[in-house]
């Protein structure tokens, strides 16, 4: 089974600097997406950036970027210029290839942005 | 204004109540699922709806039953329940079942068992 570890229960950042959260998961598939999804206070979850497996080059969204390690199985997410509306619940989301939107997500990061 | 509607948003009930709760969305989806989210957890999928199938995760118990009378409405009808059964209950959609991978989240409903 495909498990997705988030191992950052809070991160906090001050306002116009960089913030990365970092996701690890497991998996024996070699075909599948990545994603990060954001939760803010008002609780409506909403997608900030998908990644396909199978590009090599890493996913970029305006201030939201993502690394992307393949062999390690890791995929962090990077916030530039940081804003009070950033401030939420961040969730790494794992799907296989073929497996419709049946997601695994992570346990999610609480990231706080300071003015 | 969400295109993904649910109600109630706040659910207080006790073990031996019936209660449902309800899921709308307004965005032509022809897929909708619920996610369980506890505290200190990570989200669980319960049920996946589309034209095409029905998925349930074989964890959730039989005193949750979905029922999705068409494509634009989801219902979770609540009997019996536990105290560890207080969590935030999402809704959510997507056009298709076997898509890009985006849902599109309800606000939820926070049930709390007595």
């Known amino acids: 089974a495909q498990t997705v570890t988030q191992s950052q229960p809070e991160m906090s950042v001050q306002e116009a600097e960089t913030v990365t959260l970092s996701c690890t998961y497991d998996t024996s598939e070699s075909d599948y997406y990545l994603f990060w999804y954001k939760q803010p206070p008002s609780r409506q979850m909403i997608l900030v950036i998908r990644q396909e497996a199978y590009k090599q080059q890493n996913a970029t969204e305006n201030r939201f970027s993502v690394n992307f390690q393949k062999a390690a199985k890791s995929f962090s997410l990077k916030i530039s210029d940081s804003q009070l509306g950033d401030a939420a619940m961040y969730f790494c989301a794992y799907r296989r290839n073929n497996a419709g939107n049946m997601l695994t997500f992570g346990g999610g990061t609480r990231l706080m942005v300071k003015p | 204004e969400t295109g993904v509607t649910q109600t109630p948003r706040h659910l207080v009930m006790g073990m031996t109540n019936k209660k449902s709760l309800k899921c709308e969305q307004h965005?032509?989806?022809?897929?909708m699922y619920w996610y369980k989210q506890s505290a200190k957890k990570p989200l669980e999928l319960m049920f996946v709806?589309?034209?095409?199938?029905?998925?349930e995760n074989n964890s959730v118990p039989s005193r949750f039953s979905p029922e999705c009378p068409n494509s634009s409405h989801l219902f979770l009808h609540l009997h019996t329940l536990q105290p560890e059964d207080s969590a935030l209950y999402l809704c959510?959609?997507?056009?298709?079942?076997?898509?890009?991978?985006?849902?599109?989240f309800g606000e939820g409903s926070r049930l709390t068992v007595l």
């Open positions: 959510a959609s997507s056009p298709t079942p076997r898509g890009t991978g985006e849902l599109f």
């Open positions: 709806y589309s034209l095409e199938e029905r998925v």
């Open positions: 965005l032509g989806h022809n897929a």
